[in-house]
């Protein structure tokens, strides 16, 4: 078991050194600790001689911080025995401050949220102007501020594609697939950029690196699936079709584009060498 005069005297050193780094929290909790030991643990007179020094220490350091000062009336002073009221007050100042960290903390998320919205907003007013360029800077000044929403990528990728602008919402449908790499939407809208920029190798170089990173769901090889067939890659695209609906047997998709396939390569067996009839991607 630990000595709780070294334990006591551990969590006065944290504090002092916390203090000196002009930390908040850090010296308030370890001297807080420290009076919780001394409270609960019979200590030799001896032994709180050698904390009294470093506790008067640190509670004069506490009455320097502002935070500390402007909670509590008059200065923090120890006499032996007075243990439990100067943990007493200190409890109270400890959940205030934690309390001001965590609005603070709110605060700041919902004043990031905000600025992502304005600079969609902002983005999306440029693309209704014809302004793809200036709109890019505000989309990509929202990808800067971007920590949890995940939404964020298909809806810019959605507003540049709905604004024809398919070559730039490749850069945000990677983001889109980086957080969910088999997401629907996501996959279908790599196909529609692909075939809009007459590039399937484009949307086929995205989603195999992401397969390989991240492996590849049902949706992934669907939309693998489709671009293989834009490039008349008709073997792979009907591999792809197959692991789609291996994955989900449900995926009404997948199971017409397979179809699709099978006919194409019976007539071509039927035919012999030299039918190249394409396939419909969707």
Known sequence: ?????????????????????????RPLVSVAEALKIVVTTKLHSQDMAK???????????????????SRIPGPLAYQPGGERALLAQLVPVIKAIHADARREDTGAVRERKLKIDHAIIHGTNALQGGKVEEAQGYFREAVELYADEHAMFLIIADRLQAAGAFK????????????????????????????????????????????EKKGAGPHMHLALARLLALKKQWTQAEEHARAALLAREDLVDARKLLRRLEARAAKAAKAGPGLDSPVPSS
């Not at 969590?11 to 930390?23: I, N």
């Not at 904390?51 to 000062?69: F, K, P, T």
């Not at 996501?186 to 397969?211: F, H, I, W, Y």
């Open 1 to 25: 078991m630990a000595n709780p005069v070294q334990t006591v005297i551990q969590h006065l050193s944290r504090a002092k050194a916390a203090f000196l780094k002009g930390e908040t929290l």
């Open 51 to 69: 904390i009294a020094g470093l506790l008067r220490e640190n509670l004069q350091n506490l009455g320097r911080m502002e935070e500390v000062a």
């Open 168 to 211: 730039e919402s490749f850069e945000y449908l990677r983001g889109a697939l980086g957080v969910n790499p088999d997401d629907r939407k996501a996959c279908e809208m790599v196909v529609t950029a692909s075939e809009q920029v007459a590039n399937p190798d484009r949307g086929l170089t995205l989603l195999r690196k992401l397969s």
